[in-house]
């Protein structure tokens, strides 16, 4: 069954990523236009999200479930992007349902709560793309060309 696009309202709202490398920079990149506070997890990350981002230089554990600050039910982790190796996502995903945090595996399908879509976006116009988790190819294809026509569209 096709996946609905529920369009989320982000900001302010606290987003946790555990990994630090290609693919959690590329998403964080893209969350950071939505205006969340991200928390990443991961011993490494790249000098461009230092900034950005709260950086926990540590190994992912159950703990980093709570919320950063420590403040309640407020702030919790409106979902979690797990982008680490595939052994440390798979024991995120299990910690995340224990306590009822939806989450992304980037490395198993099979382990989302919700895909990371392709996006194109001007200003507060944002088009999101899944093929249903079974053709991320497609769903890249399909992004660069809504991307091209958001640009043409806007000149
Ligand atoms: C199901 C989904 C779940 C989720 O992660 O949310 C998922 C899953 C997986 N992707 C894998 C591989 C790659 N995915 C990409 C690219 C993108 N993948 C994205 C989304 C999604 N990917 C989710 C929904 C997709 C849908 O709806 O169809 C995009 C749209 C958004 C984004 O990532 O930003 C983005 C294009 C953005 C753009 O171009 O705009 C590349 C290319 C690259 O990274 O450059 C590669 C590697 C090279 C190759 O294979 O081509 C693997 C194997 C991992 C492994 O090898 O271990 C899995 C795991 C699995 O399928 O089980
Ligand atoms: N969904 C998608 O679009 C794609 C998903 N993948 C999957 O995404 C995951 C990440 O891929 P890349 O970013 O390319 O890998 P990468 O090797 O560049 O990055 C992995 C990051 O995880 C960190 N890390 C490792 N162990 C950790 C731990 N215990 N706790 C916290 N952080 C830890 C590392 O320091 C590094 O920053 C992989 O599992 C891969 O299978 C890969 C390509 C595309």
């Excluded at 540590?58 to 680490?84: C, H, M, Q, W």
């Amino acid at each position: 069954m096709a996946y609905f696009p529920l369009f989320v309202d982000l900001e302010g709202r606290q987003v946790l990523v555990v990994g630090g490398g290609k693919i959690a920079v590329r998403r964080v990149r893209t969350l950071l236009e939505f205006g969340c506070q991200i928390t990443v997890v991961s011993p490494e990350v790249c000098e461009e999200l230092r900034e950005k981002v709260l950086w926990k230089k540590k190994r992912y554990d159950e703990t980093d479930l709570e919320s950063p600050g420590n403040v309640g039910e407020a702030s919790r982790f409106i979902f979690v992007l797990a982008a680490a190796a595939p052994e440390v996502n798979e024991k995120i995903v299990c910690d995340c349902r224990k306590k009822k945090i939806p989450v992304n595996n980037a490395s198993n399908r099979d382990q989302c709560d919700f895909y990371f879509p392709g996006i194109a976006k001007d200003g507060d116009t944002v088009v999101g793309i899944t093929s249903g988790g079974g053709d991320h190819r497609l769903a890249a294809k399909i992004s660069a060309v809504v991307r091209q026509i958001l640009r043409t569209i806007a000149v």
